[in-house]
């Protein structure tokens, strides 16, 4: 059992990287081979619409054409049996390094045929860790939750099987007196951090092990 988690945050020792360390610390715990790549770490482009992955008499149907730093870890997503996904939320989205991924991970599996078509030739399972300042009330009066459904829709589509967990009111900074911040309830910003980021932990500890069980 292999399970892989790419990181979308430019941090790799802050909330969307601890979380998915933890879900890969449940993971191993039940015997899975595990793997954490930071997307900020690597040089790559999001789709450029080469459309080398449609043709049909091309050496690239159902792969992405595009080669660059992303090349081997779209490799690595083939011999997986589970992909987790994180990134905190900007302006109500992933990141853009996270989502360049997504174009290239999903637009090369999807034929234009009727019916639809998919190229990818198994089914593994698949999740999103994403992480926020927003209070849970707020993500779903601003529609956050909408375009969660809507990356789990395509995933689910393309490898089978999708889920999300969520971490509000993140803590954003380790010390709060170097920045401008005084829209914020720093005291309970702290106070949160320790009592409910642990069980957003424990939350990604949990969808770690589980992915890692047999179907």
Request: proline letters at 4%; a neutral charge; glycine letters at 6%.
């Amino acid at each position: 059992m292999k399970i892989l988690a790419i990181n979308g945050s430019p941090r790799k020792k802050w909330n969307t990287a601890t979380l998915l360390e933890h879900a890969l610390k449940g993971a191993a715990s039940k015997g899975a081979e595990t793997e954490l790549i930071h997307l900020y770490d690597l040089n790559f482009k999001g789709c450029t619409s080469c459309f080398a992955c449609k043709m049909l008499d091309g050496k690239s149907l159902g792969k992405c054409g595009y080669k660059d730093a992303l090349t081997p870890i779209l490799q690595k997503v083939e011999e997986v049996d589970a992909l987790i996904l994180g990134s905190p939320i900007y302006f109500g989205l992933e990141t853009g390094e996270l989502r360049c991924f997504m174009e290239r991970l999903l637009f090369q599996y999807l034929q234009y045929a009727i019916p639809p078509k998919i190229l990818f030739d198994k089914k593994i399972k698949t999740g999103f860790i994403y992480t926020m300042n927003v209070p849970e009330e707020a993500m779903r009066n601003i529609g956050y939750d909408d375009h969660f459904k809507s990356n789990q829709q395509v995933m689910s589509m393309v490898f089978g099987s999708s889920e999300y967990i969520a971490s509000y009111e993140t803590l954003q900074f380790e010390d709060f007196s170097k920045v401008e911040s005084s829209m914020f309830d720093i005291p309970q910003r702290i106070k949160r951090r320790e009592e409910i980021f642990p069980l957003d932990c424990a939350k990604a500890y949990e969808m770690g092990a589980k992915f890692a069980e047999p179907n």
